[in-house]
Every structure is written in structure tokens, then in C-alpha cells.
């Protein structure tokens, strides 16, 4: 009898709300660890409605609702059948991210020197913070930066390959068919952008910008 009491009683523990919270806040930190893979390398979830929200399941089917966002506050859809609910959540998540090494003069071409990693808390950094220091490479910045201050991507942009008033090479490509011809670059365009061309002839065609400068058309 009193194994069976026993029995109950740890039953009714493993099942009851605290529990539950427990065991899905581990499947969170599981899923959003693999979501974040190549981000973060350490991620932490903190549940912020439990209760009514909470999933009737042991394994709900997890994905997160709404908008790109990676961490902070997200909504999650948990789906058990064909039951949905919505659980209100925020990621904490440690990893790199790019810093100014030295003071950065805006209109300069950043040096591999210019920029460093740091470790840190990326859900308290400023939005669309650089994480990736190759995106850094012969880019120039469009702002003064202080050293240690986090690099977001619109403080940058890409070296212009090709500059308005410049002489390009077009070169036109379709099946079975290829051509060339110089014209006049009537805007600045970074590698991989459009840049419009005019031709000899007066006619302006657009085409994308290649590593060598080359304007590329595809028929």
C-alpha cells in the first residue's frame, strides 16, 4: 500500500505544471540551441507565459512565429495534433560578434586590423550587430567608429568595383550566344550589385557588377 502511495504521488509530481514547465524549457533551450548553431555558442530560454499556453503534450512540435529575429523576445508555436498555443519566450544567447579594434574615421577602407571578435551577450547588442568578420573585409564605413563599439551592418558598405563615369566592359550571355562591348558606368556598384551602363549607341542597359568589374547580362 504504501508503495502504491508512493507510486501516486510521484506520478502526480512529474506531472504537475512545475514539472511540465521544466521538461518544455528544455526542449526550448534543445531547439533554439540547433536554431542558433553557428551563431551561439551558448543559448539559455526562459519560459514567459506558462500555464493556459502550455502544450498538452510531451513532445509538442516547436517553431518560432512571426519574424527572422534570433534571439530576445520571440513567440513559439507549439502544435501537439492538430492543438495549437503560443508560448511568449526570451533567448539569451552568448557568442561573437565584430568590434571596432581602433578608431575608425568615417570614409575609411577597413584593414584587417580594424576590426576584432568579442565575446558577448548577443541579445543585448544593437540591431543587425555584425557577426561574421569576413563581411567586414575592404568594406568602407559610412560613420566614425569609436574602438571596442560593435559594427552593425548599416554603419558599412562594400568598396565600389565600379564607379559612374568609369569605362566597363558589357559583356552579354544568353544560349548559345555571347558578345561584349565597352560603355560608360552611369552609377558606383559594389561587386554582385547593378550598375547601369550606357552604350555607344546612346541605348542604357543594367546588368550585374563581377569581381574583375565586368558588367554582366544574362539573355
Known amino acids: ?27 526550448l533551450d534543445a531547439f533554439f540551441v540547433q536554431r542558433l548553431a553557428g551563431f551561439s555558442d551558448s543559448v539559455k530560454v526562459s519560459l514567459r507565459n506558462p500555464g493556459n499556453a502550455m502544450p498538452q503534450c510531451e513532445q509538442p512540435a516547436l517553431s518560432v512565429m512571426g519574424n527572422n529575429k534570433l534571439w530576445g523576445n520571440q513567440t513559439v508555436q507549439a502544435q501537439c495534433g492538430t492543438e495549437k498555443r503560443y508560448l511568449q519566450v526570451f533567448v539569451e544567447a552568448t557568442g561573437n560578434y565584430v568590434v571596432a579594434a581602433q578608431p575608425v574615421v568615417r570614409g575609411t577602407k577597413l584593414e584587417p586590423g580594424s576590426v576584432t571578435l568579442k565575446r558577448g551577450r548577443l541579445d543585448q547588442l544593437p540591431p543587425r550587430t555584425m557577426l561574421d568578420i569576413n563581411q567586414a573585409q575592404n568594406a568602407v564605413s559610412l560613420r566614425d567608429l569609436a574602438a571596442g563599439q560593435p559594427v552593425q551592418l548599416s554603419m558599412l558598405r562594400q568598396s565600389w568595383r565600379v564607379k559612374a563615369g568609369q569605362k566597363v566592359q558589357v559583356i552579354a550571355q544568353g544560349d548559345g550566344f555571347s558578345a561584349n562591348a565597352e560603355g560608360q558606368a552611369l552609377n558606383n556598384a559594389a561587386v554582385a550589385q547593378n550598375a547601369r551602363v550606357r552604350m555607344p549607341s546612346g541605348q542604357v542597359v543594367s546588368g550585374q557588377v563581377d569581381a574583375d568589374g565586368n558588367i554582366l547580362i544574362n539573355l
Do not use: F, G, V, Y
Not at 506531472?15 to 528544455?26: E, G, K, V
Open 1 to 27: 500500500m504504501r508503495n502504491l502511495k508512493n507510486t501516486l504521488m510521484l506520478t502526480l509530481t512529474l506531472l504537475s505544471p512545475a514539472a511540465i514547465a521544466q521538461d518544455l524549457t528544455q526542449q
